[in-house]
Antibody
């Protein structure tokens, strides 16, 4: 069965960076795009970006460009989300989620369990 | 990219039908048939309910349906059940190949 398993909770100081991992299993890793979505406490969902695990190409939300980097390790079926220059507003639950086989689709069918990132001095 | 516009809350009694709207622009909802809807219970990850405007993933009840007219998409839920009480989010593909979410709608089953 399809599973996305994320790394554990993180506590970071303002200005630091955080790297969250998402290990995929149960399907062909390179055949489906992967999204990152975050949710601040009590707030709505915010789309962060998407990565094509096959070639590694990425598209990021304009708001986060320059601070977010998404990468993948095909040998480990794992994608990574690196967010730098952290501020208190980055405190949120971070989710990875499987997209479709094409870039242009709204299909996002499997979600990781979420990783809580807390930014506090 | 501005968030899509959803009502903050909707409510209905068991057995009734409700509709949640999702207003976008000609750069997202109005331009592409790539609108999806998610259900989220407290403390849980979102669950896909509808994709590409009106497609239901396997396992999702046929009480849930999606549609679109112009720049506005809608999620309809018929035969409301207590377990439908949750937050609902719409999302759309955009002209810059990004995605945008709505602000979310809290559904209360009275």
């Amino acid at each position: 069965q399809v599973q996305l398993v994320q790394s554990g909770a993180e506590v970071k100081k303002p200005g630091a960076s955080v790297k969250v991992s998402c290990k995929a299993s149960g399907y062909t890793f390179t055949s489906y795009y992967l999204h990152w979505v975050r949710q601040a406490p009590g707030q709505g969902l915010e789309w962060m970006g998407i990565i094509n695990p096959s070639g590694g190409s990425t598209t990021y939300a304009q708001k986060l460009r320059g601070r977010v980097t998404m990468t993948r390790d095909t040998s480990a079926s794992t994608v990574y989300m690196d967010l730098s220059s952290l501020r208190s507003e980055d405190t949120a639950m971070y989710y990875c989620a499987r997209g479709g086989k094409e870039m242009a689709t709204s299909l996002v069918d499997y979600w990781g369990q979420g990783t809580l990132v807390t930014v506090s001095s | 990219q501005s968030a899509l516009t959803q009502p903050a809350s909707v409510s209905g009694s068991p057995g009734q039908s409700i509709t949640i709207s999702c207003a976008g622009t000609s750069s997202d909802v109005g331009r592409y048939n790539f609108v999806s809807w998610y259900q989220q219970h407290p403390g849980k990850a979102p669950k896909l309910m509808i994709y590409d405007v009106n497609n239901r993933p396997s396992g999702v009840s046929n009480r849930f349906s999606g549609s679109k007219s112009g720049n506005t998409a809608s999620l309809a839920i018929s035969g409301l059940q207590a377990e439908d009480e949750a937050d609902y989010y719409c999302s759309s593909y955009t002209t810059s190949s990004t995605r945008v979410f709505g602000g979310g709608t809290k559904l209360t089953v009275l």
